[in-house]
C-alpha cells in the first residue's frame, strides 16, 4: 500500500512539473496590438489633446462603439474583460472614480483631465518597474482618437 502511495505522489509530482516546465509564464505573452478603425470618429491630428474630446457631444456614441471593441482587442487581455480586472492589471473602471463622486462641476473637470493626462501618457509610454515591463507602450500602435476612444469606453464602466 506504502509503495502505491509513494507512486500516486511520484506521478503527481511529475504531472506538476511537466505542466510548468512548459516555459516561463509571461504577463503580456507574445502580443501583438490590434489596429483600431477610428475613421467614423473626427480626427484629432497631431497635437495630443490634455482631455478626451469624445466625452460628449455628437461623437461620444461612435467613440463609445469603437472604444469598446479597442479595448476588448488590446487591453483586456490584461485588465479584464468588459475592464473587470481579474486582478493582474489595474481595475480600469477605478481609475477616475474619484472624480466621479465630486459634486462641485469645475473640481469635476479638473479632476478628469489630471486623470486623462496621467491615462494617456501611461497608454502612450507604458509602465516600466526595475527594468520589468508592467505595460507596453502604444505610442505609435495607438492613434489618439483610438486611445481616446477606449478612454470613453472605460468612463462608461464605472463601477
Not at 497631431?46 to 467613440?63: C, F, T, V
Not at 463622486?101 to 483631465?113: F, V, Y
Amino acid at each position: 500500500m506504502k509503495t502505491q502511495h509513494r507512486l500516486l505522489a511520484l506521478l503527481s509530482l511529475c504531472a506538476s512539473l511537466t505542466a510548468f516546465s512548459a516555459g516561463p509564464v509571461l504577463a503580456h505573452g507574445d502580443v501583438t496590438p490590434q489596429a483600431v478603425d477610428t475613421k467614423a470618429l473626427p480626427q484629432l491630428g497631431d497635437e495630443w489633446r490634455p482631455d478626451n474630446p469624445y466625452r460628449s457631444g455628437d461623437a461620444h456614441k461612435e467613440a463609445l462603439r469603437i472604444g469598446s471593441s479597442a479595448y476588448n482587442q488590446n487591453c483586456a487581455r490584461c485588465h479584464g474583460l468588459e475592464a473587470v480586472s481579474g486582478g493582474i492589471a489595474p481595475d480600469l473602471r477605478k481609475l477616475d472614480g474619484d472624480c466621479v463622486a465630486l459634486a462641485d462641476a469645475k473640481k469635476k473637470q479638473a479632476c478628469q483631465s489630471e486623470i486623462s493626462q496621467f491615462y494617456a501618457t501611461t497608454v502612450r509610454k507604458g509602465r516600466t518597474r526595475d527594468g520589468r515591463v508592467y505595460m507596453p507602450p502604444f505610442d505609435g500602435v495607438l492613434s489618439q482618437e483610438a486611445v481616446w476612444a477606449i478612454k470613453t469606453y472605460l468612463e462608461s464602466r464605472h463601477e
